[in-house]
């Protein structure tokens, strides 16, 4: 009997499939609260689990000598860095595919509210003042977006870039093919890798940078990316461009970041991923009136498909674990081991 345990805060029902399966024993333990830290587990009621499903594994994971498989509940995975599951044999698969088709449509939106500048009109309207500037009549049609980072999230942005006339650049550590392997919401993305309209590579970040409107983060948090945004960077795009980082908060550096939209180096950001949670008051980035906030929401487990999708990912990744055939979005020992 495989022995499964899970701490996921999930809807009601949504691993009943798992309790169906034969050899497979379920155990459910009290989920971590959003946005709280890991903890250690129980032992007595997990010592011989071979399969976590989770958020983030348990501070006491290197006492489970019987684990072998990892299913994360999240897209991001630096909460495996330094658990040394590729030395010990442990795989682990994430749940890429989950959000790409919310936050690709909140890339869309932030593009057409930035270049509108949606955020002025509103506060127009809440003062009662009418006021008509030429900025509030811009289109996207023809502007550049530029996807750093071209997985799943990059390449339903993509697709959804194309179809309002965009052109598309990426940069990319490994070039642009066909995708594998992985979940993917039917009907989207760009499975052959067939939309962009230039891609770059290792080296040509200031090239990549200089020619595009808006340049979108769609790369997970490494320990080589970290930081990877900074005033080099910033001052590389255009003074009409504009941030969006839907990814990871510290893949820009802060300190450029604010220096970059105080001194009007780019136009402005969008920003759904904070240097600290919650973003305190007193920040300046709630005051800059070119700068859209939004609550890590982008892509969330409280969207109305994350636990259909969820359940079909961690369904047949069980399955396909149990039975020794490949699994949907299994990470590389590299991705494992942070590079």
């Not at 009621?45 to 019987?66: M, Y």
């Amino acid at each position: 009997m495989t022995h499964l345990v899970t701490e996921v805060d999930v809807p009601t029902g949504m691993l009943d499939p798992l309790r169906t399966l034969p050899g497979v024993r379920v155990t459910t333990l009290e989920p971590i609260p959003l946005l709280g830290k890991p903890r250690e587990w129980p032992l007595d009621r997990l010592g011989d689990a071979e399969i976590l499903v989770c958020t983030l594994p348990p501070t006491n994971q290197q006492a489970l000598d019987r684990l072998r498989f990892v299913q994360l509940t999240s897209v991001g995975y630096a909460q495996l860095y330094g658990l040394d599951f590729v030395r010990r044999g442990v795989r682990a698969a994430n749940a890429r595919g989950v959000y790409d088709t919310a936050i690709a449509e909140w890339n869309l939106a932030m593009m057409i509210n930035l270049a509108r500048d949606l955020r002025t009109m509103i506060r127009n309207q809440e003062c009662g003042r009418w006021e008509v500037v030429d900025r509030f009549a811009c289109e996207i049609r023809g502007a550049v977006a530029g996807l750093w980072g071209y997985g799943g999230i990059g390449r339903e942005t993509a697709r959804l870039a194309k179809a309002l006339g965009m052109r598309v650049h990426v940069m990319t550590r490994h070039g642009v093919g066909r995708r594998a392997g992985c979940y993917v919401v039917p009907g989207t993305g760009d499975p052959d890798g067939s939309l962009p309209d230039r891609t770059f590579g290792p080296g040509d970040e200031q090239e990549f940078l200089a020619g595009l409107d808006f340049l979108i983060l769609a790369m997970p948090l490494t320990p080589a990316s970290t930081g990877l945004i900074g005033e080099r960077e910033l001052r590389a795009l255009r003074p009409t461009a504009f941030l969006l980082n839907p990814a990871r908060g510290p893949l820009v550096q802060e300190a450029a970041l604010l220096r970059a939209l105080d001194e009007r180096w780019i136009a402005g950001a969008a920003l759904d991923t904070h240097f600290q949670y919650p973003l305190p008051p007193e920040h300046p980035l709630w005051r800059m009136p070119r700068v859209i906030l939004t609550p890590h929401i982008s892509g969330s487990d409280r969207g109305p498909h994350y636990a259909a999708r969820f359940r079909e990912i961690v369904t047949r990744n069980v399955q396909a674990f149990l039975s020794g055939t490949p699994l949907w979005n299994e990470l590389t020992p590299d991705e494992l081991d942070g590079k």
